[in-house]
Every structure is written in structure tokens, then in C-alpha cells.
């Protein structure tokens, strides 16, 4: 199946059918459309980016085709796919070799958002990336503001850590955010939370 297919045809999605991989040359071109198309106005609402203090396309392109080579040693990037058609990306920033990092979600169409991928996707990047880092912790600094992105962690039965600000150079300024923490040693016990709610709940087809 070809990037930008539809992943929604045909029978209901099933939660195998939502898996996170090494980032592909493929996908790079739909992570430079999510930050330089037309969604970049809703973006800033949602995360503070700001469009003018990104780098170029060109310089984004070739950052991005260095993370593919990545392998399956240590990425920092991977692709969320529906039937293996790339929708998005889990990535980290702010590593801490082998003791934490912050992990993000972007979920590129809006018409992909809010169908129970995230809430599959999160949880199984968060295992492939504590088994590669072999870090301590995870951390989400996740806007206070952001409905989506607070309540995939609710799910996860944890509470926020506290709350702060976050700023990177691309983001206008910093936005208030909701700390949550994922401690290696709590990982099995989310994976298992999970995996008995989605049994009991089928993922939603339309949006
Ligand atoms: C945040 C994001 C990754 C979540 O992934 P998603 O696939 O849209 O989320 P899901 O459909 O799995 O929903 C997870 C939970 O949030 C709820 N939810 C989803 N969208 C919601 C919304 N707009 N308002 C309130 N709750 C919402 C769902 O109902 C679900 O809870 P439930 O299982 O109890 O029903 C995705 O929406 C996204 O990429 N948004 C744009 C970028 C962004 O905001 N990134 C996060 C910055 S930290």
C-alpha cells in the first residue's frame, strides 16, 4: 500500500493492525507537509509552533534522511502506521542518554485523529523506545490545553508529575503543560492496563 492511501477502507481497524517502525525515506515528505502546509496556523494553537522560527524545508529534509539510517539500534523517530500506511510520528527530544527523554506525538491528518490510533501508538513506541535507549524514565510535557494528548496518558492510569513550561527554538513561546512520567518498572503494568481495555473496546472507524 502506497503512502497517503487511505488506511480506513474495508473492515473496522483492529489494534495489530497499529504499529510503530524505523522512520522510512517515504515518510519524510509527509512530516515536512505536517510542519510547512496548511495546518501550521492549527499547530501553533495546539503545540506553540511557530512556522517562522523553523529551518528550511531542504535543511528539515536532510536532518530527517540521517534519522532513517537510524536502524533499529537507537531511533529517536518512528512512524506510526495503519495497515502500514504512515499517519504520523512518536519522537524524542531532550535525551538524557540511557536515563530519560521527552516523547511527542503528531498524528498528521486531522481526519486520522481521534480514532484510537494515539492511544495504541504511545503505548507501543514507549516499549520499543525503552528497550532501545534503555532509559529510566519517559517524559510527556504535553500541553495543559491539549484534550487528546492528556487523556491518552489518563489511560494509561497514571497522574500528572506536575506542571511547567516547554519551549524548543521552533515554538513561539513556551505553553503551559501537564507533566506525566513513565518509569521503566511501570511500563509492563500500562502495557497490560491497556491491552485489557482495548479488548473491550474496538477502535472507531469514523471520525
Ligand atoms: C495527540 C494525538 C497524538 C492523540 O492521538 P489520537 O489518535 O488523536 O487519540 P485517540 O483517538 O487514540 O484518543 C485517545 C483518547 O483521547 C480522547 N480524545 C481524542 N480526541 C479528543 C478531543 N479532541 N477531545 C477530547 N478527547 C479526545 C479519545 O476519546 C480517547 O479517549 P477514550 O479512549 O476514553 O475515548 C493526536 O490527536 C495528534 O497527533 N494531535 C496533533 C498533534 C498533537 O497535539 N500532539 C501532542 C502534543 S504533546
Redesign the pocket.
Known amino acids: 500500500m502506497n503512502v497517503g492511501d487511505s488506511p480506513f477502507e474495508g473492515a473496522d481497524i483492529t489494534v495489530s493492525e497499529i504499529t510503530v517502525s524505523d522512520l522510512g525515506h517515504a515518510d519524510i515528505e509527509n512530516i515536512l507537509n505536517y510542519w510547512f502546509g496548511s495546518s501550521s496556523l492549527e499547530?501553533r494553537a495546539?503545540?506553540g509552533f511557530d512556522p517562522n522560527k523553523m529551518p528550511s524545508r531542504r535543511l528539515m529534509r536532510e536532518a530527517l534522511a540521517l534519522k532513517t539510517g537510524q536502524g533499529s539500534v537507537a531511533p529517536t523517530i518512528l512512524t506510526i502506521r495503519v495497515r502500514g500506511v504512515s499517519v504520523?510520528v512518536h519522537e524524542l527530544t531532550h535525551i538524557e542518554p540511557r536515563v530519560s527523554a521527552i516523547m511527542?506525538?503528531?498524528?498528521?491528518n486531522t481526519e486520522?485523529?481521534?480514532?484510537?490510533?494515539?492511544?495504541?501508538?504511545?503505548v507501543r513506541a514507549m516499549e520499543r523506545f525503552f528497550e532501545a535507549h534503555g532509559f529510566q524514565r519517559l517524559i510527556?510535557?504535553?500541553?495543559s490545553t491539549?484534550?487528546?494528548?492528556?487523556?491518552?496518558k489518563?489511560?494509561w492510569g497514571i497522574s500528572p508529575c506536575g506542571r511547567g513550561t516547554f519551549v524548543i527554538p521552533t515554538m513561539a513561546e513556551p505553553i503551559a503543560t501537564t507533566r506525566y512520567q513513565v518509569e521503566r518498572a511501570h511500563l509492563a503494568g500500562i502495557v497490560e492496563r491497556v491491552e485489557r481495555?482495548w479488548k473491550y473496546?474496538p477502535l472507531?472507524k469514523q471520525g
Do not use: C, E
Open positions: 499547530l495546539m503545540i504520523g511527542h506525538a503528531h498524528i498528521w486520522h485523529r481521534g480514532r484510537g490510533i494515539g492511544a495504541v501508538s504511545y510527556f510535557d504535553t500541553p491539549n484534550l487528546a494528548a492528556n487523556k491518552v489518563q489511560l481495555l473496546k472507531r
